[in-house]
């Protein structure tokens, strides 16, 4: 199977550049298995879920980890933080090799080397402990490092979105329900849910449950490959909690649905539940910490999704691929021509699909 076998047309016009408000009024395309498509509102989610259903979502918190300032020469320079490998010291994104000071405001400034890596030299705000390998340490250290960060930072927005992040992305590039800090991307599916809806879902008898992937760099890695087998997944820490794995164990004995949102989710619970992942760190009785670099594409036979709530993705992206494992190829791009042919919005702020 080639990556140009996901390859569709899409007009720039239909990219979304800002989401609509509320969240829940954004379109809903929802696709049968046998390929017929309804047109509806995200807030008629729950005519298409009954009691027992159990609803599975990704509760990762994005920080914004875009940060942007004036080297010694005078010039502008922006990165993007990706993880923490030391006390202060931070892996980056950058456009530029460039060695030297920025100075982010009076408060943080950083030294940077070679566009690789940063060094942060804050005015009276400690940094994080060292010994921390990723970015859930930002959400267990020492707070005053994330307070200068939500101050100066900016939203990551993805760079198909053409323009600069501003103070409405850091609540509207949010999921309601975010807690767990740790992502450099949202889990965009969720950007449709509203408390509102949330809990009409619940008061239908839906089962709402929670686990955690933090999403990284590899969100916004291209496939390089020609052939989709030959395309390797960069590894995501996930952490669920031991009463899921008996929550969902329940649903698929009682011959209930398990819908997932988004393909972070997918990925979390399908790489746990068909061992494609590592242990990370001691066991608890509470909750299970792994990493997984489990590839989802048209083949692979699916533990525990049944239904999927998903954007509609990047021409050639895995999450596409991903969503076409569900439904199969031909159904999902001819569904995406159809979204398309309406003016659906479609990435990160845009419209939504349901995979039934």
């Known amino acids: 199977m080639k990556v140009s076998d996901f390859e569709f047309h899409l007009p720039g016009s239909l990219i979304a550049i800002r989401p609509v408000v509320p969240r829940d009024s954004s379109r809903l395309l929802v696709l049968h298995r ?3 498509l309804d047109h509806r509102r995200f807030r008629d989610l729950a005519e298409y879920l009954g009691s027992g259903d159990l609803l599975l979502l990704n509760n990762t918190k994005v920080f914004p980890a875009r940060l942007e300032g004036k080297k010694e020469t005078g010039g502008k320079i922006d990165f993007l933080l990706v993880r923490e490998i030391g006390a202060g010291v931070w892996e980056v994104l950058a456009r530029e090799r460039y060695t030297g000071l920025v100075s982010i405001s009076e408060k943080l400034s950083a030294r940077m080397n070679g566009g690789k890596t940063v060094e942060f030299q804050t005015a009276g705000y400690p940094v994080f402990e060292a010994g921390s390998e990723d ?13 200068v960060l939500w101050e100066y930072g900016m939203m990551p927005l993805p760079p198909y979105i053409k323009r600069k992040p501003d103070s409405a992305d850091k ?5 309601v329900y975010a807690e767990a800090l740790g992502s450099i991307a949202a889990p965009t599916a969720g950007l449709h849910f509203t408390r509102e809806l949330l809990e009409e879902l619940k008061e239908k008898g839906v089962v709402v449950r929670y686990l955690t992937l933090h999403v990284g760099t590899g969100t916004f890695r291209p496939v390089r490959a020609a052939e989709v087998k030959d395309h390797l997944m960069d590894s995501e820490r996930f952490e669920l909690n031991r009463s899921l794995i008996e929550t969902i164990e329940k649903t698929k004995h009682s011959g209930k649905r398990v819908v997932s949102v988004g393909t972070t989710t997918s990925r979390a619970i399908e790489g746990f539940f068909s061992g494609m992942y590592k242990r990370l760190g001691p066991e608890t009785d509470q909750s299970i910490c792994g990493s997984t670099d489990i590839f989802i594409y048209p083949g692979y036979d699916f533990k525990v999704v049944d239904s999927l709530v998903t954007n509609f993705h990047l021409p050639a992206s895995t999450p596409l691929m991903l969503a076409s494992a569900l439904c199969g190829r031909k159904n999902l791009l001819m569904a995406y021509e159809q979204a398309v042919s309406m003016g659906y919005r479609f990435f990160s702020y845009g419209d939504a699909m349901l995979i039934l």
């Open 34 to 36: 046998d390929g017929s």
């Open 135 to 147: 970015m859930y340490d930002l959400a267990r250290g020492n707070r005053a490092f994330p307070e």
């Open 171 to 175: 609540a509207s590039y949010q999921t």
